[in-house]
Nanobody
Framework: QVQLVESGGGLVQAGGSLRLSCVASGSIFAISAMGWYRQAPGKQRELVAAINRLGTLNYLDSVEGRFTISRDNAKNTVYLQMNSLKPEDTAVYYC???????????????WGQGTQVTVSS
């Protein structure tokens, strides 16, 4: 059974930083590229950063150079370091399997509760 537990969100001023963590259980982490999605109010969920088992990275243009995704395979954990945050980064952030940035992921997958990131101007 898959479980995904995200943490690390919060309220930060523009220009600030946050580090998100996601602990995954079940087979998903072992077999999948993993990524961070976000969903802002009134908008579709989108994959913003992904990392495969070999460490190859993939970023949405709007976050490249500011966000860094990493994973610890021994801990079944994926991280997202977010720097130079902007108000438009405000969203609920979720982790799940995925590779194609900009896509919304599979609604039939299990989704965790997410972690809220709010960036004030």
């Amino acid at each position: 059974q898959v479980q995904l537990v995200e943490s690390g969100g919060g309220l930060v001023q523009a220009g600030g930083s946050l580090r998100l963590s996601c602990v995954a259980s079940g087979s998903i982490f072992a077999i999948s590229a993993m990524g961070w999605y976000r969903q802002a109010p009134g908008k579709q969920r989108e994959l913003v950063a992904a990392i495969n088992r070999l460490g190859t990275l993939n970023y949405l243009d709007s976050v490249e150079g500011r966000f860094t995704i990493s994973r610890d395979n021994a801990k079944n954990t994926v991280y997202l370091q977010m720097n130079s945050l902007k108000p438009e980064d405000t969203a609920v952030y979720y982790c799940n399997r995925g590779w194609r940035v900009g896509t919304k992921g599979d609604d039939n997958d299990y989704w965790g509760q997410g972690t809220q990131v709010t960036v004030s101007s």
